[in-house]
């Protein structure tokens, strides 16, 4: 069973940065895309940032140019570098790994940007 679990999460300012890891149970690059989605209350699941095997990154539109994903193969970890937080970046964050059409999901850590 693959396991993913994630840590990093916490309360941050605007303006101020956070980074979130996802330890994986097994080799990354055995999975086609590993990623993060975020789900805010009453919002639906959407993606954040997703690198696939061969390393193409993609991003949604509201993170560009502010999150940065990255995996460290040696570690089997993925993170999520996310600077200039705004408080509309306040969600539940979780790591996927994705296996032709099987999704692994961790358990979720928490973001909140507040003043």
């Known amino acids: 069973q693959v396991q993913l679990v994630e840590s990093g999460g916490g309360f941050v300012q605007p303006g101020g940065s956070l980074t979130l890891s996802c330890a994986v149970s097994?080799?990354?690059?055995?999975?086609?895309?590993v990623g993060w989605y975020r789900q805010a209350r009453g919002n639906e699941r959407e993606l954040v940032a997703e690198?696939?095997?061969?390393?193409?990154?993609t991003y949604a539109d509201s993170v560009k140019d502010r999150f940065t994903i990255s995996r460290n193969g040696n570690k089997n970890t993925v993170y999520l570098w996310m600077y200039e937080l705004k408080p509309d970046d306040t969600a539940d964050y979780y790591c996927?790994?994705?296996?032709?059409?099987?999704?692994?999901w961790g358990q979720g850590t928490q973001v909140t940007v507040s003043p």
């Open positions: 097994e080799n990354i690059f055995n999975f086609n895309s």
């Open positions: 996927y790994a994705r296996l032709l059409q099987t999704d692994y």
């Open positions: 690198i696939n095997v061969g390393g193409r990154t």
